[in-house]
């Protein structure tokens, strides 16, 4: 996958976003018994939506999702 190209032979720059350390739950508690993915971000305008779980690692990918969208 990482050498994976565009059509002009031009390479892609990957951004990896992390997994929640602890599994994820719905907002009635409910254990999905999977890990939750910050890869569902939406973009709108000047706005970045992303999924916050209550997790350490909430901050560390709205930090890299801030590099990338300044």
């Given at each position: ?6 059509l002009n032979g031009k ?46 690692n909430d901050q560390v ?10």
């Amino acid at each position: 996958m990482d050498a994976a190209t565009d059509l002009n032979g031009k390479s892609y720059n990957f951004v990896y976003l992390p997994l929640t350390q602890s599994n994820a739950y719905t907002t009635s508690g409910d254990d999905l018994g999977s890990k939750g993915s910050y890869v569902n971000f939406y973009t709108v305008n000047s706005v970045v939506m992303m999924s916050s779980y209550n997790d350490p690692n909430d901050q560390v990918a709205q930090q890299i999702l801030q590099s990338i969208y300044p």
